[in-house]
């Protein structure tokens, strides 16, 4: 079994609609993060949460919350998706302190109609 | 603000080839650098993490060096083979938040 695992792994929807995408680990990892990906651009930050009690903004949070509902588990939302959210989006985990390896999901691929 | 560029875009070798792929980043106030791969249609995959106090790491074929004063860091691959294949990333972490470098997509053709 994959130790950082997303569902679904491909998802069409209308826009307006909200959208839930979960991860769940199994690494018992405090720190866990949510990526977009698009193309040319690289991977950018969305969230990030270094333990249950704690959510942080990343470069590009607008559209987008999260909850962090038990270590193992981290949802992002689109409360209303549009277009311009198409992406392939990632999570990750990692240990608490320095110089520790982030490990990924297989990502989801989202498009917006 | 943090900014990661990796040159080339784009890279189609033979197989048997050694190839350097580069890497550059702005602020060289950094906690490490790391390479990462990714394959079509899966996540990505850590290949080496060269802390802010390592000049470089070895893995098989590979070897990532790190130039802090300069911004640099390259990742050398050895005896390039097909299932080198995919897309590798170049991946600074600052203050635990990793800023990511748009990719080199490289082909190794048989």
């Known amino acids: 079994d994959a130790d950082v695992t997303q569902t679904p792994r491909n998802r069409i929807t209308k826009t307006g609609k909200r959208i839930m995408l979960e991860c769940s680990q199994t690494k018992g990892h405090d720190r866990m993060y949510w990526y977009r990906q698009d193309p040319g651009l690289g991977l950018r930050l969305i969230y990030y949460s270094f333990d249950v009690k704690d959510i942080n903004k990343g470069e590009i949070s607008d559209g987008y919350s999260v909850s962090r509902q038990a270590q193992a588990k981290f949802s992002l939302s689109l409360e209303s998706a549009i277009p311009n959210q198409t992406a392939l989006y990632f999570c990750?985990?990692?240990?608490?302190?320095?110089?520790?390896?982030?490990?990924f999901g297989d990502g989801t691929r989202l498009s917006i109609l | 603000k943090q900014e990661v560029t990796q040159i080339p875009a784009a890279l189609s070798v033979p197989e048997g080839e050694n190839l350097v792929l580069n890497c550059s980043f702005t602020d060289s106030a950094i906690y490490n650098l790391q390479w990462f791969r990714q394959d079509p249609g899966k996540g990505l995959t850590s290949l080496l993490l060269i802390q802010s106090s390592q000049r470089e790491q070895t893995s098989g074929r590979l070897n990532a060096s790190l130039d802090k004063s300069s911004g640099r860091s390259t990742l050398y691959i050895a005896a390039s083979q097909p299932g080198d294949s995919a897309t590798y990333l170049c991946?600074?972490?600052?203050?635990?938040?990793?800023?990511f470098g748009q990719g080199t997509t490289l082909q190794v053709k048989p």
């Open positions: 990750a985990t990692s240990d608490t302190g320095e110089n520790q390896p982030q490990h």
């Open positions: 991946v600074v972490d600052n203050t635990g938040k990793l800023i």
